[in-house]
């Protein structure tokens, strides 16, 4: 698959929401894979705002305990806070062009230290918006020292727009208080997909999001909500066989 293919099948992905069985967690987590594969960056995580009030982040992308410490602190503070508060593209390298190479740490010291602590350089947040309504941000963690590119930080901006489209129109579609329901029970079902993820991957000798998209697709294909499927990989030890694993694209497809 091409990288212009690959984008295409992203934007189709994102656009699908306007289904009885739309989940939340699975949504996002999706999204969080798919900037890995598209962009050159190390990590990547959603936030939203519930209610209005402080960000949290329901699918991180790896449960490793130092990006958990990343997350939980660019919920207070740093990059994704203020690309929410102002709607603009916030990173910490313009910070540091800006002001001066202390200056991430004197404006957002938790987040300067759990970023460095775990091994990234460079943090670029984007927001969540359509027209005046901004919901969250996406938050893009890169471990190189060069900032993204003009290419990947439209791209970036571009799936965060399509995701916020499609979160504002399945919140039209359903009563608010439901999809507002989702996205705190995302925070207590996204432990479980993470730990699913972890067994079925070392049951199966994959990598992670090889996981992912087994578990993602066999929740589809049975029309079972993510998080169910999660739950019968803990508790009952299944591999998921009948799923197949997504074949990983070629050096040659990314040119």
């Not at 519930?50 to 503070?77: F, K, Q």
């Not at 775990?118 to 963690?141: C, H, K, V």
């Not at 190189?144 to 439209?154: K, Q, S, V």
């Not at 009563?175 to 199966?204: F, P, Y």
Request: aromatic share 4%; hydrophobic share 40%.
């Amino acid at each position: 698959m091409s990288r212009e293919q690959h984008i295409a099948r992203t934007f189709v992905e994102l656009a699908d929401t306007l289904v009885e069985d739309f989940d939340v967690i699975g949504f996002l987590q999706q999204m969080t894979v798919r900037c890995q594969e598209l962009l050159d960056v190390t990590d990547a995580a959603v936030f939203l705002s519930h209610s209005g009030h402080r960000l949290y982040s329901p699918a991180p992308c790896d449960p490793s305990p130092a990006l958990e410490r990343v997350l939980e602190s660019a919920c207070a503070e740093g990059p994704a806070v203020d690309a929410h508060r102002t709607a603009r593209a916030v990173d910490t390298a313009r910070a540091v062009e800006a002001h001066g190479p202390d200056d991430g740490a004197s404006r957002w010291p938790q987040f300067t230290a759990h970023l460095r602590r775990a091994g990234y350089s460079l943090a670029t947040a984007l927001p969540m918006r359509l027209r005046q309504e901004t919901i969250g941000s996406l938050l893009l963690l890169r471990s190189a020292d060069r900032p993204l590119d003009a290419e990947d930080l439209a791209l970036a901006q571009a799936l965060a727009d399509a995701a916020t489209i499609g979160l504002l129109h399945a919140r039209t579609i359903r009563q608010q208080d439901t999809v507002n329901e989702q996205l705190h029970t995302a925070l207590q079902s996204r432990i479980i997909i993470e730990q699913a993820k972890g067994l079925l991957a070392a049951r199966r000798d994959i990598n992670l999001n090889e996981a992912f998209e087994i578990m993602r697709r066999h929740a589809r294909r049975h029309r079972l909500l993510l998080s169910n499927v999660a739950r019968d990989v803990i508790d009952t030890g299944s591999t998921l066989r009948s799923s197949a694993v997504l074949p990983r694209p070629s050096p040659a497809d990314a040119d």
